[in-house]
C-alpha cells in the first residue's frame, strides 16, 4: 500500500458497488490534483495548524478500479512530516539517553588521534542500522572519562533520527531496574525489553561486582540478543582481558566463584561485537 493513501477500512464506495470489487490500493496513483472540490480547502496551505480538512492532513481523492469511482483519503505532506516526527520524538523518548548527551551529535564530539579510528567506526555503524559491513557491532573500551558514553550516545541519536528504534541502558541502571521489578511484578517486562529491544546500548558494562545473580541476568539478555542476531553495541572501562576479569563471578572477598558464566558471555560479546578501543585520558578532570 502507499503510504498516503488511507486503509482499506477507510475507503467508501462513491457510487453503487459490491464488497468484491473493493480496489488494489498498490495501482493508485497520486492524481488528486483534478478530483475532488474539497482538495480546493488545500489550496495555499502552510502546515497543521492551519488545516481545514476533516480529518486534519488527508486529503479526500478519488480513484476509479474496474469502473469504480472511490473516495480515498490520502495523506499530505504536513501529515506524513508530523508523523514522522512524533515518531522520532517517541522513539527519542524512550531510548533514555543520558540528559546530558541527548542533544549530541557529530560536532559535539571532538575527534584527535586517539579517537579518530573509533569515530570512523562509529560513523559507520550510526548510518547502517548499529553494525558493521560484516554484520558486528561494537564494543568500545577506555579509560575512564575517555568519551565512550558520549559516542554511544550520538551513536543513539543519529540512529533515532533515521527512525530506528534503540534502547540506551546503562549496565547498573539496568541490573537496578531489575531489582525494583520483583517487587513492581514486572521483572519479565524488564528482562524481555532489554532482549527483544531492535538496537540495545548496553553502557558501562562490567563496573557492577559479579554475584551469581547479575551474572545470570547479564546471561539472560545477552545470550537472547546473540540468539536472535539483535544489534548489541556497549561500552566498557576494561580491555577485553580485564572484561572477562570483571565479569567473573566472585564472593565479598574477591575469591572466584565460577568463570563459566563470565566466558558464555565473553564468547557471545566477541561474536555480536568488533572491539574497538579509545584512547585517551579522563576529559572530566
Ligand atoms: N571527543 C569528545 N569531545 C568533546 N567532549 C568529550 C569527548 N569525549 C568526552 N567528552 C566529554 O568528557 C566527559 C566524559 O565523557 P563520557 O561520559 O563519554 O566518558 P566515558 O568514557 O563514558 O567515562 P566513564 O568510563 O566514566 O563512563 C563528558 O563531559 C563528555 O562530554
Ligand atoms: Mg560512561
Keep these: 500500500m502507499n503510504e498516503w493513501m488511507a486503509t482499506v477500512n477507510e475507503l467508501k464506495p462513491t457510487g453503487s458497488t459490491s464488497q468484491n470489487s473493493r480496489p488494489k490500493l498498490s495501482v493508485i496513483r497520486n492524481d488528486c490534483e483534478k478530483n475532488i472540490p474539497k482538495q480546493e480547502l488545500c489550496r495555499g496551505c502552510k502546515g497543521m495548524g492551519s488545516c481545514k480538512q476533516s480529518p486534519p492532513g488527508m486529503i479526500p481523492v478519488e480513484i476509479e478500479e474496474m469502473g469504480q469511482k472511490y473516495e480515498v483519503l490520502r495523506m499530505c505532506k504536513y501529515e506524513r512530516q508530523r508523523r514522522e516526527q512524533a515518531k522520532i520524538n517517541r522513539l527519542f523518548r524512550d531510548s533514555q539517553v543520558p540528559i546530558i548527551y541527548s542533544a ?3 560536532n559535539d ?3 584527535n588521534n586517539d579517537n579518530r579510528a573509533a ?4 560513523q559507520q555503524i550510526a548510518k547502517n542500522s548499529g553494525r558493521l559491513p560484516n554484520r558486528k557491532s561494537v ?3 577506555g579509560r575512564r572519562g575517555c ?5 554511544a550516545a550520538i551513536i543513539t ?8 528504534s534503540v534502547l540506551f541502558t546503562s549496565v547498573p541502571d539496568l541490573l537496578a531496574q531489575i531489582r525494583r521489578s520483583y517487587d513492581v511484578g514486572n521483572t519479565q ?7 527483544n529491544a531492535d538496537i540495545l546500548i548496553l553502557d558501562d558494562l562490567g563496573t557492577e561486582r559479579m554475584n551469581a545473580w547479575v551474572s545470570e541476568q547479564l546471561y539472560l539478555i545477552v545470550n537472547a540478543r546473540y540468539n536472535n542476531d539483535r544489534t548489541t553495541l556497549v561500552t566498557t572501562n576494561y580491555g577485553p582481558e580485564q572484561l572477562t576479569d570483571r565479569l567473573t563471578v566472585t564472593n565479598i572477598q574477591g575469591k572466584v566463584i565460577d568463570e563459566a558464566p563470565s566466558e558464555r558471555i565473553m564468547s557471545r560479546l566477541y561474536a555480536m561485537c568488533k572491539f574497538v578501543e579509545i584512547r585517551g585520558g579522563d576529559r572530566r578532570i
Design 104 to 106: 549530541d551529535s557529530w
Design 109 to 111: 564530539y571532538a575527534v
Design 119 to 122: 569515530v570512523s567506526i562509529a
Design 139 to 141: 564494543l568500545f573500551y
Design 147 to 151: 568519551g565512550k558514553t558520549k559516542l
Design 157 to 164: 541519536n543519529e540512529l533515532i533520527k533515521q527512525g530506528e
Design 189 to 195: 517486562e524488564v528482562i524481555k525489553g532489554a532482549q
